[in-house]
């Protein structure tokens, strides 16, 4: 059975913010944020994957091939922001190109990707919000394992295109996942869930599952509870948990930020099997 090598992982949040363009004058307030994202990133490379899937949460369960595109034109900038390198600009949305069909997760994710300046290829995987845990962990190790597709979870149609965007169609080279998600948006007030004392123990709860690298903490994090805090990191943070499992073998993991700016919890983290170098 072929088991594809998962070298590095990077957990970023998603909020449009992060854009310095889409800031504005509140830029700098999040300058903390980006580096933190900018040096899990930059650790992911440095694991020297052949190709990336970034995963992140979206209205459906879907992939997502090279020539797909996201935008923040909803955000008040006209951008376009392609998943894979191009050599097209990127600062315009082009008719001919079709519709922005990235989610915003998985826009983050290639913005943020396209900041590193890399161009090595990359795919991507929209999770649904009510994604049950146990379909995104058979999510999770079907992208190391793409000749078990088609039998038991393993959903040939829904990763189809992550493993035809693949070297050897997919059952070779390193891999690195690039996943974005938020934590819970009810910690204050003025957070766009309001204020709910359940969000600050689950967002503790989150911080140490990423610090330690603790995919079972990861993987039964309650899916009802993370609805009604509107955390929406919780299915890209079980793919993930399920990848790595799969991966087999002892991980660590570094907490690089935790912090709800605007009342809704943000995390860093990068993650990377235990002897790999840091």
Known sequence: MTLVPLVAAAVCPHPP??????????????????????????????????????????PATETFDAAEHGSFHRYGIDRRVPLSPTDA???????????????????????????????LPRSA?????????????????????????????????LLGSVIENAPDGGTSGRLGL???????????????????PRAEPYDQAVARALAGADTCALGTLDAELSAGLKAAGRAPWQVLAGAVRAAGGPWRGELA??????????????????????
């Not at 974005?180 to 709910?196: F, H, I, K, N, T």
């Not at 943000?266 to 840091?278: D, E, L």
């Open 17 to 58: 913010l992060l854009v310095p363009e889409v800031a504005g004058a509140a830029s700098a307030e999040l300058d903390e944020l980006r580096t933190a994202c900018d040096g899990v990133v930059a650790r992911l490379l440095a694991a020297e994957p052949d190709r990336i899937v970034m995963i992140g949460c979206g």
């Open 178 to 196: 690039l996943v974005l998600g938020d934590g819970s948006a009810c910690r204050v007030e003025w957070s766009p869930g309001y204020d709910d």
């Open 125 to 157: 995987v929209a999770v649904a919000a009510d994604e049950p845990a146990d379909r995104c962990a058979a999510l999770g190790a079907g992208l190391l394992h793409p000749d078990l597709f088609g039998a038991g979870p393993y959903d040939p149609e």
């Open 257 to 278: 930020y935790a912090a709800a700016p605007y009342g809704v919890t943000y995390f860093v983290a990068s993650w990377a099997p235990t002897g790999a170098a840091r």
């Open 89 to 119: 600009a990127d600062r315009t949305d082009a008719a001919a190109l079709g519709p922005a069909r990235l989610p915003l997760s998985l826009t983050i994710g290639a913005w943020l990707l396209g900041r590193a300046g890399t161009t």
